[in-house]
């Protein structure tokens, strides 16, 4: 998760890091911290066309409405579904800014 977490900070208007599970379980997952401002795309916003897309990929979104979003490595079946969901916010975030 670090390596997403690194990836995820060099993408304009983001930072990643890596976040232990909140009830102190031995889990551990990356938060996905966005500026609008700078993305050109909030949280939300992000959530709901990753959910729409195909396939369809459902991030922790308890905080969406304050910037972040979580990935969660316990439903992945290994690490190329990881990097799958990185590529794709990676590849939302340059359309938007091109289209800006």
Known sequence: LCEAAERISRLRGCRGETIQ?????NIFRCRIHLKPAETGISAVELKNILEEGNPAIFLRDYLATQGSLDIDPRPLKGKD?????INRIESILEKVQEEK
């Open 81 to 85: 579904e990881l990097w799958e969901i």
């Open 21 to 25: 599970d909140e009830a102190g379980r």
